[in-house]
């Protein structure tokens, strides 16, 4: 049976233009800066936000952390971060656990955003019974928020806010090219409004592996030393970056608006489906739907996952009550119309 992974973006295969690349990739040693492929991806994707320089990671998880560790540069800091948000929830605490930083939350709204007054409130006083407050981190789009993307009113409210106190933004953007396609809007625009940037290559674009941390070159500079000591200096990179460069020229031609376009379509579907509520406003390629009580029977998304498991659908068990289907370049419509297909046979099997 032919599986239709819908569990997340980050099943997604390097297309054979990716598999080429990386096989005729010209290579060195990225620690000693001498690998060509990986300086024409960091300064091609520098550029396109506007930022002065760019470092290739294996992970957004690293370069999440790398953007922690250089900005909140004592122990005993502190950053805020949404609630609801991927650096609080899923990268392991790492700031606390390699860094002695601490996250200072702040309730994410349905949207994906904060109130400015509680980052505000949040920002510490000048006391020495307080940790300092070293940075702002946001994400774009917001995953556990269903894929939002960020109002562009509150990125420069934020940087108002961020620029009084003299605070760096981090931007997680794990999806920002969601964000961007979504939105047709320039990467430019996003990053003037931040002062770091975290950027995923392996997740609907398609790369195999790759995150690339963005900003200015001192910052730039303090986070090489860092990915050294995280173990994130690697060698002849290239063939890597060369997959990345593919990826951005996928980006550039607009493969992500097929995406979003099927997750629409997806989402009309399952509205259909008398067990599921299914998130309101979707604005990119996530679907967040609850569970629904069917009278007596015992439903959790756990058994959803199951039921639709053995029809070749995978999905994820969010939460006890909630799962959620993620879209990506690997799926194509006769898929969404089997993915529905499958869902009306479930619905049928629990009436």
């Known amino acids: 049976m032919i599986i239709i992974d819908l569990h997340s973006d980050t099943v997604t295969k390097p297309t054979q233009e990716m598999r080429e690349a990386m096989f005729s990739a010209i290579v060195g040693d990225d620690v000693s800066r001498e690998d060509p492929t990986i300086i024409i991806l960091e300064e091609r994707v520098a550029q396109m936000f506007d930022k002065e320089a760019a470092l290739f990671f294996p992970s957004g998880t690293m370069s999440n952390l790398t953007a922690i560790l250089t900005w909140c540069n004592g122990r005993g800091s502190e950053f805020i971060v949404g609630d609801n948000s991927h650096m609080f929830l899923f990268e392991q605490a790492g700031a606390a656990q390699f860094g002695g930083v601490s996250p200072r939350t702040v309730p994410n709204l349905p949207d994906g955003t904060m109130d400015l007054n509680l980052i505000r409130l949040a920002i510490r006083d000048d006391d020495i019974h307080e940790p300092q407050t070293k940075m702002i981190c946001i994400e774009n789009t917001h995953n556990a928020c269903g ?3 960020l109002p562009i009113s509150f990125m420069e409210g934020l940087k108002d806010l961020a620029d009084t106190y003299n ?20 990467p430019y625009k996003i990053g003037k409004y931040v002062t770091s940037i975290s950027v995923c290559l392996s997740k609907g674009l398609g790369a195999p592996i790759g995150s690339l941390l963005i900003g200015d070159s001192i910052f730039i500079e303090k986070a090489r030393r860092i990915r050294k000591a995280l173990g994130g200096g690697m060698r002849q990179v290239g063939i890597l970056g060369a997959a990345g460069l593919k990826a951005i020229d996928d980006f550039e031609s607009g493969i992500l608006i097929n995406d979003h376009i099927r997750t629409l379509h997806l989402a009309n579907g399952l509205r259909k489906i008398t067990f599921l509520k299914v998130q309101e ?28 498991k053995e029809k070749g659908i995978c ?3 969010w939460a006890p009550m909630l799962i ?6 690997d799926i194509n419509d006769e898929d969404i119309e089997r993915t529905i297909q499958a869902f009306e046979q479930v619905d049928q099997q629990l009436k």
């Open 315 to 317: 999905i994820s068990a």
């Open 147 to 149: 894929g939002k993307v």
């Open 167 to 186: 605070i760096p933004v981090h931007l997680d953007g794990a999806r920002i090219w969601n964000a961007l396609s979504a939105t047709d809007m320039k």
């Open 324 to 329: 959620r289907l993620v879209v990506h370049r």
């Open 281 to 308: 406003d979707i604005q990119s390629n996530i679907i967040f739907a609850d569970i629904l009580l069917q009278g007596t029977k015992t439903l959790n998304s756990q058994i959803i996952s199951t039921m639709l």
